[in-house]
């Protein structure tokens, strides 16, 4: 290097250093909150679309409904379907000492069965918290003999065996007196005629603040119940805002059956893939949010002991798989029982759909739908350039297809075994013998 030249980069360097120094002095003179206004925006940005995108390709998560509710057994809305008040309500509580509740052997089940995240009631429309809350006595630690924190059991435990965590929020409380007027719920359970709301608002926030700032990096908050009063003053944007700043990258989902509000990160569909609406109230408006199907594994949420009608893992599985080629995760539900057991008509189950997607999970995790959308024989996922065919039901020997861009042929996505694959018309004609086919879900590959 010619003396000349080192002289030029040294000039350019300190040219360089001294921009750098006016550029931070003048950003040292806007004002601190603009700054730290601008410094956190870019974080929720940056951590929250990152969130999104683990989100997008986790692909399974467990739901848990446990609450005061297990104890009668019968599903996590007795309250309201028995016309329980209050008074009597809370005599659940003292018999409430779930000492087989193990956070280690849930998170470890969660794992087994393939699930990258849990989502747990922390308080349902009865209002009890199932977790240390300082805002209401009404809570697992003050009103029962178990007196312990399974939240915090749980949080410490998901983050030891690297599991996502998210609590499940009900706006709706059929407990707290300040929830006034009344929705469509909670007639019967006696309380004061009058109240509050913004109180219970505040209570609220109060509440999310403890799950947001005890429990360490927690994933998301599922809000379920404001159906109850659609037309209510929530202060959405206030309590969404406080969770973003307490947990920028914390993902904000609500169980409204709306099209999703501002601030929300995900939107959610409950027993029914996004379009479909066989319950009844879900829209079908489909947002460009990260999506997410509940589904129970028999027909309760809350444990009900006398629900024996279990689904299968065939149709679990596909159910899975379903909601994967529709851009879908699949939060699938248990509801441990009074004790905090997990019955093993659940946990076979799960430990089923992880013995499959040991196998298949390559075809399921971070994928997108695939280029053909659902049909009645099944769907497609597709990660990179590769495109899986999940066959899910068709008795036939031969299948038509449309056309898939730069196809060149197909094999079986166990064994390589080749398979023909025709061009017809501008569509596609793919045999499937039958010493191929798979009850549960033929994948095939379609290579281009
Ligand atoms: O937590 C589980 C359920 O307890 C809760 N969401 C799942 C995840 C849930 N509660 N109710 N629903 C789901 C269905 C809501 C039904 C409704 Fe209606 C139909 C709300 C508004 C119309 C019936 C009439 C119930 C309230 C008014």
Redesign the pocket.
Known sequence: MTNCVKRVLWVSLLLTASAAVCMAQAGASLPDDRLAANQQAANLQADNLQARDWFRNAKFGL?I?WGVYSVPAA???VM?VRHIPVSEYEKFAPQFNPQAFSAKEIVSLAKSAGMRYITI?SK??DGFAMFATKQTKWNIVDATPYARDPLKELADECHRQGIKLFF?Y?Q?DWHNPDYWPL???GHAAGRPEGGDFNRYLDFMDAQLTELLTGYGEIAGI?F??M??K?GAEWRLQRTYALIHKLQPAALVGS?H?QKPIDGEDFQMF??DLPGENT???NQTYISDLPLEM?MTLNGA??YNKGDKDFKSVPKLIKSLVRAAGANTNLLL?IGPTESGAVIPEFSQRLQEMGAWLQRNGETIYGTRAGPIPLRPWGVTTQKGSVVYLHILDWPDEYLALPFVQGVKGAHLYHGNVPLKLAALDGGLVLKLPKESRDPVDTIVVLER
């Open positions: 739901f409904h599903g996590e809305w309201e009631t349902h429309h499940y009900s709706l929705g469509q719920t599922w379920d119940g159906w109850d659609p169980n059956h409950e027993q319950a009844g109230f509940s949420w809350g539900n």
